[in-house]
């Protein structure tokens, strides 16, 4: 990809080679931990908020209030963590989390301050990810990098199907054991955190420091005004707008074909659960036995493939075919986030990546909720099937267009080499090394693969 690579590459980083790395390691399996214990969370805290109210309302808004900290102050929170030691940020932050899921876990707690001390817990998730974020290309040198982002999105999709279960069954029997389950987790992750790595300077020096919300903007100037940046970013933006609409309206789809000899129950489960299983086996295949100039050959297809293989939805097939749908989508997306978020980090100064990384977790987050927004209010209208196959269709265009206007091997090899060269701890992002303009992102002419 760039000149401190072997040219040309031999083949894909090895797992062996990811986990050979001990501080790698170390927050792999405090991830997986925390990611676990979170859904243990928060099945266990729907279910005892609506055992409490006896209300949907509100224990939806016990599962909805872990997204709020990204939507209202993600960027914000984001950019501590470049103010601060990488490893001091993720170990407060865990030991933050852990003291309030005990106080959550108190028997007898108002709903109110249920939900407050959730939303007081989930406000450390923004520094503590961006901090995780920030540190990977430091631990992980080369392809190693994108290997280990697949490995981490991988587990995380599985993470989330085991935590979901486990956290249903445990929170049955006892709400408050599940709820300490993740207070545990927390404290393990604090553990391996705090000496499974080293501890480096801080991104941002106190000399290169302003204000809060000064250092959050150019976060957002660096990501939109930077060509290659900017077009990994909407890349990632449109892979979720088209993805996770099937998951978003798998319970009323389920439901409206509950006749078609499989149970409205079973069927959304299938449904939900489809494209998480996809992204795991993309994930693994793509990380493992694709080669690293490959992978980012098949970027811009796999970028058009991912609506595409939804649009069959017109057709208005049973539940299990949708499934298969979901799932192919997965795979596909599963090939485009790792290598897109290696190329990204890789493309950032160091001193902006928990920043930017603040902006596209944000970004994300707010594309989804709209996604599953839009398609629910046009699915009170018209029938689920029609809205999901026209969206997917809109989707393929769009990410055409997206594909079509990828920068050039040239221009990324310039923005890397740029963002290597950059100064650590800058206050201010650097200018867009020679920006060329609409005409050579996009231009007249076929783009080859970024190599």
């Known amino acids: 990809m760039v000149s401190e690579e072997r040219p040309p590459p031999e083949g894909p980083a090895t797992f062996r080679e990811v986990f050979a790395q001990g501080e790698y390691r170390a927050i792999f399996l405090a991830n997986t931990l925390t990611w676990i214990g979170d859904y243990v969370a928060k099945a266990a805290v729907t279910l005892l908020v609506y055992r409490e109210t006896e209300s949907v309302a509100l224990s939806a808004a016990a599962f909805a209030v872990s997204y709020l900290p990204w939507l209202i102050g993600g960027p914000l929170l984001a950019t501590i963590a470049e103010r601060h030691r990488y490893r001091q940020v993720m170990v407060v932050c865990d030991l933050i ?3 309030l899921m005990l106080l959550i876990a108190i028997p007898g707690m108002p709903v109110p301050v249920i939900l407050a001390l959730l939303f007081a817990t989930t406000l450390a998730n923004p520094p503590s990810q961006a901090a995780r974020s920030a540190l990977m290309p430091l631990i992980l040198p080369g392809d190693r990098l994108v290997v280990g982002l697949s490995i981490n999105a991988s587990v995380g999709q599985a993470a989330q199907v085991v935590g979901y279960l486990l956290g249903a069954a445990v929170a049955t029997v006892n709400t408050t054991a599940a709820l300490l389950m993740n207070a545990a987790a927390f404290a393990v992750s604090a553990v391996l955190v705090r000496f499974g790595t080293r501890n480096r300077a801080p991104a941002m020096t106190s000399g290169h420091r302003s204000h809060l919300l000064r250092e959050t903007a150019d976060g957002f100037r660096l990501v939109f005004r930077t060509p290659v940046l900017r077009a990994i970013a909407v890349l990632v933006f449109g892979a979720m707008l088209f993805s996770i ?3 978003g309206l798998a319970a009323a789809w389920a439901n409206e074909r509950a006749d078609a000899g499989m149970h409205a129950g079973m069927a959304q489960a299938l449904i939900m659960a489809s494209n998480p ?3 795991i086996l993309g994930g693994l295949l793509m990380g493992r036995a694709v080669a690293p100039a490959r992978r980012l050959a098949l970027l811009r297809p796999l970028a058009v493939l991912a609506p595409l293989v939804l649009v069959p939805a017109l057709l208005d097939p049973p539940p ?4 298969l749908l979901a799932a192919a989508c997965g795979f596909a997306v599963a090939g485009i986030l790792p290598v897109a978020n290696g190329l990204f980090i890789r493309a950032l100064p160091h001193g902006f990546r928990a ?6 977790a944000t970004g994300i987050q707010v594309i989804q909720g709209a996604a599953v927004l839009t398609t629910g209010l046009l699915a009170e209208r018209y029938p689920i099937p029609l809205v999901v196959g026209l969206w997917s269709a809109a989707g393929v265009v769009l990410m055409a267009i997206v594909a079509r206007r990828w920068p ?7 923005t890397v080499r740029a963002a ?3 100064p650590a701890g800058a206050a201010t992002p650097p200018a867009p090394p020679d920006d060329p303009g609409p ?3 996009g231009g007249g002419r076929p783009r080859h693969a970024v190599t």
Not at 320 to 323: G, H, L, M
Not at 355 to 360: L, S, T
Not at 408 to 414: E, S
């Open 97 to 99: 989390r852990m003291a």
């Open 245 to 247: 609409v099937p998951e």
């Open 277 to 279: 299983v996809g992204f």
């Open 320 to 323: 299990a075919v949708v499934a």
């Open 355 to 360: 920043r930017a990384f603040g902006v596209m």
């Open 408 to 414: 050039d091997p040239q221009t990324v090899d310039a």
């Open 420 to 422: 290597q060269l950059s």
């Open 439 to 441: 005409g050579n992102i």
